[in-house]
T-cell receptor
Framework: QKEVEQDPGPLSVPEGAIVSLNCTYS??????FMWYRQYSRKGPELLMY????GNKEDGRFTAQVDKSSKYISLFIRDSQPSDSATYLC????????????FGKGTKLTVNP | DSGVTQTPKHLITATGQRVTLRCSPR?????VYWYQQSLDQGLQFLIQ???????AKGNILERFSAQQFPDLHSELNLSSLELGDSALYFC??????????????FGPGTRLLVL
């Protein structure tokens, strides 16, 4: 079992839809949770960062962490064609290691 | 623009050859990380340097090595290249002072194709 599992999609939605992206993980030591967005042929860029459990909102984006279920989500409201990209969840355990452990990414297409 | 630069952008080489990838971190960042992205494995951590010293190792092959120089730029050396080494190689940097959970900023990557 991989440490972080993410449905690779692809996911195709109409413009304006609410998008839900999810990851599950097996290592209970993970404490820092991130979502990166990666456009085609570009480097990943940080979208959302959450420490431990809870919700975080930034504009049209909401990140949720449920540590009891080892499940994290990213919601995109009023999705736009410019949101078309691959979304990667990433995690770091508490203490010691600083390496990011990534999910394989979900490819999202928002159709105008 | 993350502030992390990588050169070259593209590299085409033959099996058995050796290449060097270069990364300059964001101004002020002391930690540099190298990641490999392939279609089947996704983004995998290779190695981390902090202020010139190796700090952590991931799934890095023995044919691969890295270093961080006094000016904090880093190089990833890949030798005896195989077809399976074809991938995107990313460098990331972080401040390196807070001891965990730091935001990592990624460069644009080097696309390596081994023929």
């Amino acid at each position: 079992q991989k440490e972080v599992e993410q449905d690779p999609g692809p996911l195709s939605v109409p413009e304006g839809a609410i998008v839900s992206l999810n990851c599950t993980y097996s290592n209970s030591a993970f404490q820092y949770f991130m979502w990166y967005r990666q456009y085609s042929r570009k480097g990943p860029e940080l979208l959302m960062y959450t420490y431990s459990s809870g919700n975080k909102e930034d504009g049209r984006f909401t990140a949720q962490v449920d540590k009891s279920s080892k499940y994290i989500s990213l919601f995109i409201r009023d999705s736009q064609p410019s949101d078309s990209a691959t979304y990667l969840c990433a995690m770091i355990p508490q203490g010691g290691s600083e390496k990011l452990v990534f999910g394989k990414g979900t490819k999202l297409t928002v159709n105008p | 623009d993350s502030g992390v630069t990588q050169t070259p952008k593209h590299l085409i080489t033959a099996t058995g050859q050796r290449v060097t990838l270069r990364c300059s971190p964001r101004s002020g960042d002391l930690s540099v990380y190298w990641y490999q992205q392939s279609l089947d494995q996704g983004l995998q951590f290779l190695i981390q340097y902090y202020n010139g010293e190796e700090r952590a190792k991931g799934n890095i092959l023995e044919r691969f090595s890295a270093q961080q120089f006094p000016d904090l730029h880093s190089e990833l050396n890949l030798s005896s290249l195989e077809l399976g080494d074809s991938a995107l190689y990313f460098c990331a940097s972080s401040v390196g002072r807070t001891g965990g959970g730091e935001t990592q900023y990624f460069g644009p990557g080097t696309r390596l194709l081994v023929l």
